[in-house]
């Protein structure tokens, strides 16, 4: 994969806007799913869980801890494994459940990311089917 002068934003290269993607979980679509690059975890927050429908009976209990993008220490209240589908790939991944106030439906990290692509072997790689 590889990037072109001709794949910059109209503003260029001289920004730091966080990159947002549509995703769809449990038949709905998300269309503000965050990645970052910086996070060792996947997260869900509480409000999208409700949104998604998603049962107590679907959550795992959790004593894990996450430090929030504000600083703060956060508990995590549950977790759940979720198919999510961005572009033409479908993966479950692990989500962990905070109630907190967010700016996105769901927050894909590095275990998201690493599905995806190795920078170990510098490739990214999609199954695409027959």
Sequence with gaps: VTFSEADLPHYGTNHNLALYINADC???N???VLIDGGSAVNVIPLSTAKKLDISESQLTPSHDGVRAFDGTN???ARTIALSIRTGPVERMHLFQLIDMPASFHMLLGRPWIYTISSTLHQMVRFSLGE
């Design 26 to 28: 449990r038949g709905r």
């Design 30 to 32: 998300l269309p503000i």
């Design 74 to 76: 956060k508990r995590v």
